[in-house]
């Protein structure tokens, strides 16, 4: 298993101003991924991100706007960049254990609110 | 698109009724996983089915996995108040794991 730490735990936001996510594993994981979710609804993946190359996005995301940091094998951060209202979500990072048969473990998510 | 469609996408019940709840793809996939997810937690793994037309158990629930791979479905019998939250299910396609739309059930005593 796989115990994931994210900060902040919620956050409200000027409109234009930037906010990074900061994605805690206690071992060490080679992928992890981050999940857009509006609350009640399904998960979006964003991108995933391997350590010692750069994130790959998915479609309708860009490294511009969702620029993604992974120093090492246990930490990761997403920065939502010019936010807007429409960026109000909440955020969630999640690592494969491939120990447990592909099991994905999740971290609390980061509720933002873009006013 | 959504990879992964989920029916119904909400289902308010009584105690004790039973549900199931529905995941369809036009694609085959290796393997599928079922996750449930309550209010201001990340979303926990239930059961992942790997083999055509397999069905396991866990308590009060039974997950089938269709012949072709295809589809699933989850069934709670008895449903319990503490079955409320949001079903998700989710397949892995090249390292990534995509989820369904999600059904969120209530149940209520």
């Known amino acids: 298993s796989a115990v994931i730490s994210q900060k902040p735990s919620r956050d409200i936001c000027q409109r234009g101003t930037s906010l990074t996510i900061q994605c805690q594993v206690d071992?060490?994981?080679?992928?992890m991924f981050w999940y857009r979710q509006q609350p009640g609804q399904s998960l979006t993946l964003i991108a995933t991100?391997?350590?010692?190359?750069?994130?790959?996005?998915e479609s309708g995301f860009v490294i511009d706007k969702f620029p993604i940091s992974r120093p090492n094998l246990t930490f990761s951060t997403l920065t939502v960049s010019n936010m807007s209202p429409e960026d109000s979500s909440i955020y969630l990072c999640?690592?494969?254990?491939?120990?447990?048969?592909?099991?994905?473990?999740f971290g609390e998510g980061s509720r933002l609110t873009v006013l | 698109t959504q990879l992964l469609e989920q029916s119904p996408q909400f289902l308010s019940i009584q105690e004790g009724e039973n549900l199931t709840v529905y995941c369809n793809s036009s694609?085959?996939?290796?393997?599928l996983q079922w996750y449930r997810q309550e209010p201001g937690e990340g979303p926990v793994l239930l059961v992942t089915?790997?083999?055509?037309?397999e069905v396991k158990k866990l308590k009060r629930l039974t997950f089938q996995f269709g012949d072709a791979r295809k589809d699933s479905s989850l069934h709670i019998t008895a449903a319990q108040p503490g079955d409320t939250g949001l079903y998700l299910c989710?397949?892995?396609?090249?390292?990534?794991?995509?989820f369904g739309s999600g059904t969120k059930l209530n149940v209520k005593p």
């Open positions: 089915v790997v083999t055509g037309g």
């Open positions: 989710a397949m892995s396609n090249f390292n990534k794991f995509y």
């Open positions: 999640s690592v494969e254990d491939r120990d447990s048969g592909g099991e994905l473990f």
């Open positions: 071992s060490q994981v080679t992928m």
């Open positions: 991100a391997n350590q010692g190359s750069e994130a790959t996005y």
């Open positions: 694609s085959v996939f290796s393997s």
